[in-house]
């Protein structure tokens, strides 16, 4: 038995891991769950999966959620009850499928706890992706992607040579906006950002897809998972979201991971990993498909992945700060307080105006952290 703790067990991924854990009832248990604010579907997941504790966002949600869940669960809350479920249980591995980078400091926990990662919150890797693949080093902790292009290049990476690989290129659909042109983007909808064509995930990632700084936060996730350099990573627009993401190596040749699109396959792959064993989801059917379709990267249709790759390139405190305001803008988008376009100029405007430094602890991460969003939200 495998002894898993979820953090953000009520999301996109988080309800995807639990579907992958119920087809396989032998070989996996859930000692930890953790939620936000959706009390009413935590509590059901905890009558279904009887962890030993959950945690939920805030005291009275806890307190609300107390009397429903089975007897012997715990119920924790807040930043505190995070970590208390990311590193105060038994479980073996800890999926991170919270939203955010306030899940940094629970990550951290349960990586100093000994933890498997199976990471799915790739701003934790974006805002303090050194600090992040350090401790897992010391601490001889895996972290294995669950973001389905990492998962990709981490499987067509499986048995080869780290010299050998000349660089990788992530696979990006294109979002809900892909076909419309800049002068198209005025005045777009949040429902219209919300409807991705290919994939059904959180409100945050569905507009981070929109905007394209989703591939360039994955960028910055790859260069800390696979330890590239910016050169080395490359992205393609392939609209069907078929091919994963690929390898190149020095002799040319390319290997690439392949399926339909559906989550749970990479994050079943980061459960059983190195074993592979069947998966409730559909084949992919190549002749049915006919063909697939590729195209370049356009940089100004998609300013937002030119942005990310200029603040993973700075390096230091420029990615946090670029994650941080990003996380803002979007949900100030979703409150529709600015537009869609005005998220670009928020994240272009709180970079040009940062001064990067050194962000060798975390203190000084929440620092700069706190000062990109407290200006996201005012400008
Ligand atoms: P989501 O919004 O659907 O779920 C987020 C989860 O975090 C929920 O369970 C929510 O309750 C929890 N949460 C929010 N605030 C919290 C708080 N204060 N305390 C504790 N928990 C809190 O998001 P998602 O789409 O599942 O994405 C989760 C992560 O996985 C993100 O980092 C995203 O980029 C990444 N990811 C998602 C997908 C996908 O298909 N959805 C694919 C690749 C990577
Ligand atoms: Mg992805």
């Known amino acids: 038995m495998k002894k898993i703790s ?22 996996f248990e859930i000692v930890g769950l953790s939620a936000g604010s959706n009390v009413e579907l935590v509590i059901e997941q905890a009558q279904v999966f009887k962890p030993s504790i959950v945690s939920l ?37 800890v999926v991170t499928a919270i939203v955010g980078s306030m899940g940094l400091p629970a990550t951290l926990a349960a990586i100093d706890a000994g933890k498997t990662i199976g990471l799915a919150n790739k701003e934790t890797l974006v805002t303090a992706g050194h600090i992040v693949m350090e401790r ?7 972290i294995l992607p669950i973001d389905s292009e990492h998962s990709a290049i981490f499987q067509c990476l499986n048995g080869e040579q780290r010299q050998g690989v000349k660089g990788i290129t992530l696979t990006a659909s294109g979002g809900s ?3 419309r042109s800049r002068a198209e983007l005025e005045g777009v909808t949040v429902t219209e950002a919300l409807n991705h064509p290919n994939w059904s995930m959180g409100a ?3 507009i981070d897809s929109a905007t394209m700084i989703n591939k360039g936060l994955e960028v910055i996730e790859a260069r800390w998972l696979f330890d590239l350099t910016y050169d080395q990573i490359d992205v393609l627009i392939h609209p069907e979201s078929i091919i994963h993401s690929y390898v190149e190596f020095n002799d040319h040749s390319i290997v690439a991971q392949l399926g339909m699109p559906d989550m749970r396959v990479p994050i079943q792959y980061a459960l059983t990993y ?29 300013p937002c ?75």
């Open 6 to 27: 979820l953090l953000g067990s009520t999301g996109s991924i988080g309800t995807q891991t639990l579907d992958v854990v119920k087809h396989q009832p032998d070989r």
């Open 57 to 93: 966002a805030t005291k009275e949600l806890a307190d609300q959620a107390r009397p429903h869940l089975p007897t012997g669960t715990k119920v924790v809350y807040g930043e505190q009850g995070l970590i208390e479920v990311a590193a105060g249980t038994d479980a073996d591995m």
């Open 136 to 142: 897992a080093k010391q601490r001889k902790v895996a």
């Open 177 to 179: 906006f892909r076909d």
């Open 204 to 206: 945050k990632i569905t």
């Open 274 to 302: 190195p074993e592979r064993i069947v998966t409730p989801t559909e084949r992919l059917n190549l002749a049915s498909i006919g063909k697939l379709n590729f195209r370049a990267m356009d940089f100004e249709r998609f």
């Open 305 to 379: 992945l030119r942005l990310a790759f200029e603040c993973g390139r700075m390096g230091q405190s420029a990615p946090t700060v670029l994650n941080a305001a990003n996380e803002v803008a979007v949900a100030r988008f979703l409150n529709g307080e600015i537009t869609f376009l005005d998220i670009e100029r928020v994240l272009e405007t709180i970079v040009g105006r940062h001064e990067v430094c050194n962000i060798n602890d975390l203190e000084t991460i929440a620092e700069v952290d706190e000062w990109a969003r407290s200006l996201a939200a005012s400008v």
